[in-house]
């Protein structure tokens, strides 16, 4: 993809691309808070936060390969090849690549939290046309934003905590 923006039809094929390679995810950040009815503006990438088991990165790294993905670099305007296999995610909080269906980020431990199997806990299961979506809560995307302390974030998190007002669930 030239433009590198993911449009609904890629972000449900790097989704369906997990389920099918059973690797144990969540959506986060503003893909995950879309999913959820919240009022965001539309994002450019896909986050996914995968549990940190050494199974669960053989099978996203498989995937990875499947989606003929290349790590994103700043500057770079072709993503660059790298080894994909289980030894690629040692040590690595974050990593972006581009894939055949857009770009995709991987963050083992988001900001604000303890990583895949803090998320799971509030986390549930949305679905969208018939693709089982595993999400982050909002009110842990909230965390995260406000823990990141991105000037980007700022605006997103008024819309957040609002969206949480508003369902009750003021829990910022």
């Given at each position: 993809?030239?433009?590198?923006?993911?449009?609904?039809?890629?972000?449900?094929?790097?989704?369906?691309?997990?389920?099918?390679?059973?690797?144990?995810?969540?959506?986060?950040?503003?893909?995950?808070?879309?999913?959820?009815?919240?009022?965001?503006?539309?994002?450019a990438?896909?986050?996914?936060?995968?549990?940190?088991?050494?199974?669960?990165?053989?099978?996203?790294?498989?995937?990875?390969?499947?989606?003929?993905?290349?790590?994103?670099?700043?500057?770079l305007?072709?993503?660059?090849?790298?080894?994909?296999?289980?030894?690629?995610?040692?040590?690595?909080?974050?990593?972006?690549?581009?894939?055949?269906?857009?770009?995709?980020?991987?963050?083992?431990?988001?900001?604000?939290?303890?990583?895949?199997?803090?998320?799971?806990?509030?986390?549930?299961?949305?679905?969208?046309?018939?693709?089982?979506?595993?999400?982050?809560?909002?009110?842990?995307?909230?965390?995260?934003?406000?823990?990141?302390?991105?000037?980007?974030?700022?605006s997103?998190?008024?819309?957040?905590?609002?969206?949480?007002?508003?369902l009750?669930?003021?829990?910022?």
């Open positions: 993809m030239s433009d590198e923006s993911l449009t609904p039809v890629a972000f449900e094929r790097i989704v369906e691309a997990l389920n099918r390679g059973k690797v144990s995810y969540l959506v986060i950040g503003g893909v995950a808070a879309i999913l959820q009815g919240v009022p965001l503006p539309r994002t990438d896909l986050d996914v936060t995968p549990a940190s088991d050494i199974e669960n990165k053989k099978r996203l790294a498989r995937v990875l390969r499947d989606l003929d993905a290349k790590l994103r670099v700043s500057g305007e072709e993503g660059v090849e790298i080894r994909l296999d289980e030894r690629t995610f040692t040590g690595m909080v974050t990593m972006t690549f581009v894939t055949r269906f857009g770009p995709f980020d991987v963050c083992f431990v988001p900001d604000g939290t303890a990583g895949y199997d803090d998320l799971i806990r509030d986390g549930h299961v949305v679905d969208r046309l018939g693709i089982q979506i595993p999400v982050a809560s909002v009110s842990d995307i909230v965390r995260s934003k406000r823990a990141a302390g991105r000037e980007k974030d700022a997103h998190l008024v819309i957040l905590m609002d969206f949480l007002a508003r009750g669930n003021d829990q910022t």
